[in-house]
């Protein structure tokens, strides 16, 4: 990794809870690009941010020099996060990744107006020429995790504590359900819903909460901090999460991560801004596309269990298994899909329901 890539200006900036990271070059031009990052949280050493990050520098090795960019941390969505993302854009960045759902508004008002200017959007539907929302397909990963969940769970209850009630976490935990109920037809999820994307205080409640009702496997769903592994670990019981590997933080009851690579996809747009051909699409990545994977699993998953899941990994992969076909019926018993009809991606992606086995009803 080079030098420019580690070494870090860290700058602070006149605006309430952030902080900006001029990451330096070593000789700009006239030619160096500019790209702004917005980030709703902390980069810090594991979580969304910080994967988000990795695929920044992805983008740094590939052009040294050529490019600077200027890192704006813990961004709270709102007015706050549009005005920063417009001073990033007056200050002759070119390029923007904004990094959360909650960015959309502003961040498409900006494309509308400044042609000039390419965005990276974290998981919107909205698209420009020059505007190009991703999400990850995290189902695919996530219900491999409700297969192994299933073979280590003695009480039958797995708990997920979830960031907010979107449809990109929504998936990820109906995935989980069901790679689950594959194994074991009788087990049940419960789910605490924090509003957050970083509260490390209400994490760590709520993850007490569900262990409290003798959830022994538990998903942290789209947290920024290691909380919710930290206190399962404590409590002896088995934890997973998105984004990137927190097994440092649970040695023992890590049950594993379902992973996101932004760097190629990163690279790939920037490298079509740079040509003039920036492809104003919306981008659904997902193992096919060497985006999602599968880590760290734990050691205590049986060996017949694990056998199962990598056998079911490659049919994701190749397309011959469809984790969202039919029959599916919603929570409260009510056939949503019906028997081998798969859903649509528009389906998938705008999913606001419950598979059966989830207990608790989703917030109005």
Same mark, same amino acid.
């Given at each position: 990794?080079?030098?420019?890539? %580690? ?9 309430a809870?952030?902080?900006?990271i ?6 700009l ?20 941010? =910080? ?31 549009d005005?920063?993302a ?19 508004n ?14 990276? =959007? ?8 020059? +505007? ?8 695919? &990963? ?28 929504i ?14 037809? @009788? ?15 209400s994490?760590q ?14 998903f ?13 670990? @404590? ?17 023992? %009851? ?10 190629? =996809? +990163?690279?790939?747009?920037v490298?079509? =801004? ?17 985006i999602v ?27 011959? +298994?469809?984790?969202f ?7 409260? &018993? ?31």
């Amino acid at each position: 990794m080079s030098q420019n890539v %580690k070494r870090r200006s860290f700058l602070k900036a006149s605006l309430a809870a952030t902080t900006a990271i001029a990451l330096p070059m070593r000789a700009l031009t006239q030619d160096t690009l500019k790209m702004g990052v917005v980030l709703p949280s902390p980069e810090a050493d594991v979580g969304w941010s =910080h994967t988000l990050m990795e695929g920044v520098r992805s983008v740094q090795e590939a052009y040294g020099d050529k490019i600077e960019v200027t890192v704006l941390e813990n961004i709270a969505e709102g007015p706050d996060a549009d005005r920063i993302a417009n001073g990033l854009v007056n200050e002759g960045n070119t390029v923007l990744l904004l990094g959360s759902f909650g960015y959309q508004n502003g961040g498409i008002q900006i494309a509308k107006r400044r042609r000039d200017v390419s965005i990276i =959007h974290a998981s919107g539907f909205l698209t420009e020429p020059n +505007f190009a929302p991703f999400t990850a397909k995290y189902w695919q &990963g996530t219900y491999l995790m409700g297969m192994a969940a299933a073979s280590l769970t003695k009480s039958k209850k797995l708990g997920c504590v979830g960031a907010f009630a979107i449809p990109e976490l929504i998936t990820s935990i109906n995935a989980f359900m069901l790679g689950a109920q594959s194994v074991d037809p @009788e087990i049940e999820m419960s789910v605490v819903w924090v509003n957050s994307w970083f509260d490390p205080a209400s994490e760590q409640e709520a993850a007490k909460a569900l262990i409290s009702q003798d959830a022994d496997v538990i998903f942290s769903n789209a947290q920024d901090t290691p909380s919710v592994i930290a206190v399962a670990e @404590e409590a002896g019981i088995y934890a997973w999460n998105l984004n990137s590997s927190m097994k440092s933080y649970a040695p023992e %009851k890590y049950l594993g991560v379902v992973g996101t690579d932004w760097g190629p =996809h +990163f690279k790939s747009l920037v490298d079509a =801004h740079v040509a003039g051909a920036y492809p104003g699409e919306n981008f659904w990545l997902g193992m096919e596309d060497d985006i999602v994977y599968t880590a760290d699993w734990n050691p205590d998953i049986p060996a017949d269990v694990i056998a199962m899941i990598e056998e079911r990994q490659a049919a994701i992969r190749d397309g011959s +298994f469809v984790v969202f076909e039919g029959p599916l019926a919603d929570q409260s &018993g009510v056939e949503r899909v019906a028997d081998g009809v798969a859903m649509t991606d528009g389906e998938i992606i705008s999913m606001d329901w419950h598979v059966a086995g989830v207990t608790t009803p989703l917030p109005s």
